[in-house]
């Protein structure tokens, strides 16, 4: 999530990771759903995965692990399914989820861009896309994703606390800020945190 920052403090993007080949740059794909924190703020997004293939490595089950704690089985499973299906928007949208958790913004843009073309009407594409376009400071571009998102999923309460943050902290606009901030809390989201994050938000400066 962004964590709000003193005038002091230039806001933190994370560490960018240099990529120097997909296999290397790859993570394990893990079963079913998650939360994924962007490092160092206060902006989430919910990363969705359906395959997977956890090594023993780190607790589960599966193949042996390479490089970087890589599960190569299912490392390698994607490849095949990319060089079969390589316009699968379903599989490009793993890679570019995979990119993101590697923080590799301009490897998962490429993958997530190409997913989007083929599937434009698929929102959580869209939600994953807006989270890059902002780690690479690309904000209006983001705002306009995050709108998208918002005009076809206005209960969203993930993507309104996403835009929220967006617009207050990095785009100084408190004032479109604050509606999404409540309506976040009109929403009351399962994760507490982004419930109670979009709470202190709304709290007057002075009194925080």
Same mark, same amino acid.
């Given at each position: 999530? *962004?964590?709000?920052?003193?005038?002091?403090?230039?806001?933190?993007?994370?560490?960018? /990771?240099?990529?120097?080949?997909? /296999?290397? !740059?790859?993570?394990?794909?893990?079963?079913?759903?998650?939360?994924?924190?962007?490092? #160092?703020?206060?902006?989430?997004?919910?990363?969705?995965?359906?395959?997977?293939?956890?090594?023993? #490595?780190?607790?589960?089950?599966?193949?042996?692990?390479?490089?970087?704690?890589?599960?190569?089985?299912?490392?390698?499973?994607?490849?095949?399914?990319?060089?079969?299906?390589?316009?699968?928007?379903? *599989?490009?949208?793993?890679? #570019?989820?995979?990119?993101?958790?590697?923080?590799?913004?301009?490897? !998962?843009?490429?993958?997530?861009?190409?997913?989007?073309?083929? =599937?434009?009407?698929?929102?959580?594409?869209?939600?994953?896309?807006?989270?890059?376009?902002?780690?690479?400071?690309?904000?209006?571009?983001?705002?306009? *994703?995050?709108?998208?998102?918002?005009?076809?999923?206005?209960?969203?309460?993930?993507?309104?606390?996403?835009?929220?943050?967006?617009?207050?902290?990095?785009?100084?606009?408190?004032?479109? =800020? %604050?509606?999404?901030?409540?309506? /976040?809390?009109?929403? =009351?989201?399962?994760?507490?945190? /982004?419930?109670?994050?979009?709470?202190? %938000?709304?709290?007057?400066?002075?009194?925080?």
């Amino acid at each position: 999530m *962004i964590q709000k920052t003193s005038k002091a403090e230039t806001p933190r993007l994370g560490q960018k /990771v240099v990529v120097g080949s997909l /296999v290397a !740059a790859l993570l394990i794909i893990f079963v079913g759903s998650f939360i994924y924190r962007m490092q #160092g703020k206060g902006m989430t997004v919910e990363i969705q995965q359906e395959r997977g293939g956890m090594g023993e #490595g780190m607790g589960g089950k599966g193949g042996p692990m390479g490089m970087m704690g890589v599960d190569m089985e299912a490392l390698r499973e994607l490849m095949r399914k990319m060089e079969t299906n390589p316009e699968d928007p379903k *599989i490009l949208f793993e890679l #570019g989820n995979t990119f993101m958790m590697m923080q590799a913004w301009d490897k !998962a843009l490429e993958f997530l861009e190409h997913a989007a073309k083929n =599937a434009p009407n698929d929102m959580e594409t869209q939600k994953a896309l807006g989270m890059v376009r902002f780690e690479l400071k690309q904000y209006d571009q983001a705002k306009k *994703i995050f709108d998208k998102v918002l005009a076809k999923n206005p209960d969203d309460a993930l993507t309104h606390y996403n835009m929220g943050i967006l617009l207050k902290h990095y785009m100084n606009k408190a004032g479109e =800020a %604050e509606p999404h901030f409540r309506k /976040v809390v009109q929403l =009351a989201p399962k994760d507490a945190d /982004v419930l109670k994050s979009a709470q202190e %938000e709304l709290v007057p400066a002075k009194a925080q």
